[in-house]
């Protein structure tokens, strides 16, 4: 056993991308996917969310409600024109959509449901349904 760190070598770095899950990620370099991340708390009479979509504009948000099925949809814009006469070494950003749909435990009352977009984070509130309510889109305010 040694208290010293392994030496690192010359090619550390170029393999540091054929790490676990490598060959079942796209092969452009992408660290991971990109997915939107839940927040999902129940209280007794709603549910509330938050999910991170930063960089998005609200305008480019859906949130679709039908029964225990919530479905949130985005389009990440990315202007790469901005780079068209430029050496770009690396691109991690996602640019394109991204859509997560999740199962509530409760139907969701959609009349009364609401929504607000604050610096990438978006929080809905959505009241748990009463017997004979219909289904609609939840507008962002």
């Not at 997915?35 to 509330?48: G, N, P, S, T």
């Amino acid at each position: 056993m040694s208290l010293l760190p392994a030496p690192r070598t010359l090619f550390d770095d170029l393999f540091q991308d054929f790490s676990p899950g490598f060959f079942i990620r796209p092969l452009n370099g992408d660290p991971l996917p990109a997915q939107i991340k839940l927040d999902v708390r129940e209280l007794e009479d709603r549910f509330e969310v938050q999910a991170e979509l930063p960089g998005v504009a609200k305008e480019d948000i859906s949130i679709e409600v039908e029964g225990t099925l919530v479905t949130l949809s985005a389009e990440i814009k990315q202007i790469d024109s901005q780079y068209k006469d430029e050496r770009l070494l690396r691109m991690e950003r996602y640019s394109g959509l991204v859509s997560r749909s999740f199962h509530l435990p409760a139907e969701v009352s959609n009349t009364e449901a609401n929504a607000r977009f604050e610096n990438g984070l978006l929080m809905l509130t959505l009241p748990k349904k009463q017997p004979g309510s219909s289904n609609h889109k939840v507008m962002i305010s």
